[in-house]
């Protein structure tokens, strides 16, 4: 989306603080960072998307717009399947090869309708490759209270189970649970705290997501929050929390099988 948020992805990845990184596929600035990304020991997946508009002649809509149509089974299906498959030559052309995982950018891919085209593309494009993806699915019961659980169950709500469902048929791992739902307003000091939360709360094949970027531009309306995020996952006590609840960082494109099933403690 910006200089900054690459920049701080690359600096983060490059210090181990970083398993994997979506790319929008769309944006001005990825495909300059290409090379560099590539040669950095992280999972590199499509962040799809479907509701900001980056070119002329873009199929998208506002949130609250998709998720109604999508409900609504309102969507031009061949639309929906041009727009997956242009991003996914984008990302082949960008890094010679298919992703390790596929995402979605404000969790779109879950949806119906877009995860339905979406694993049938997959099918086509990818058979027998094992790309992963993206569970939402939220730490229901855990020792330490999850943060903000209510904004965590409304984003599960919109596909966790039914997306589960299809990709376990078809053979595709996920994550186990989604950490690090928030709301975006977090002081420095209070992100620095849900951090610890969520590695206190990290079980197998975890995913912990976050949006850090060097420096914010004017427009992005989460940019400071960005900031602080970098400043947090940049510290240098970084490490030993890890270290605190016997965590380590693994890439899930190296797993043999779905993650929910490994041993140890070693969230993506």
Not at 24 to 30: E, F, H, K, N, V
Not at 225 to 251: A, H, K, Y
Request: charge should be positive.
């Amino acid at each position: 989306m910006s200089a900054g948020i690459d920049a701080g992805i690359l600096q983060l990845a490059s210090a181990g603080r970083l398993s994997a990184v979506s790319c929008l596929t769309q944006g001005s600035t990825w495909k300059h960072q290409t090379r560099s990304l590539a040669a950095l020991p992280v999972d590199i997946g499509l962040h799809l998307n479907f509701t900001e508009s980056f070119a002329s002649g873009q199929f998208f809509l506002p949130l609250p717009r998709l998720i109604a149509a999508c409900y609504g089974r309102r969507l031009p299906a061949a639309a929906i399947a041009a727009e997956i498959n242009a991003q996914l030559d984008a990302f082949e052309a960008g890094f010679g090869r298919p992703p390790d995982y596929i995402d979605g950018h404000q969790h779109v891919h879950q949806l119906p309708m877009v995860r339905e085209s979406l694993l049938q593309i997959m099918a086509l494009r990818y058979p027998g490759q094992g790309l992963w993806l993206r569970s939402t699915r939220p730490p229901w019961r855990s020792p330490v209270a999850n943060p903000y659980p209510m904004k965590a169950a409304i984003i599960a709500m919109l596909g966790a189970r039914k997306m589960r469902r299809l990709a376990s048929a078809q053979g595709l791992p996920m994550n186990s649970r989604l950490l690090g739902v928030y709301d975006f307003s977090a002081s420095r000091e209070k992100y620095a705290d849900l951090l610890r939360t969520w590695l206190a709360i990290a079980a197998d094949g975890d995913l912990l997501m976050c949006h850090p970027a060097v420096f914010a531009e004017p427009e992005d309306c989460i940019g400071p929050q960005r900031e602080r995020e970098f400043s947090v996952l940049s510290d240098g006590r970084f490490p030993n929390w890890l270290e605190q609840q016997g965590l380590t960082l693994s890439r899930l494109s190296q797993e043999t099988a779905c993650p929910t099933g490994t041993s140890g403690r070693h969230p993506g």
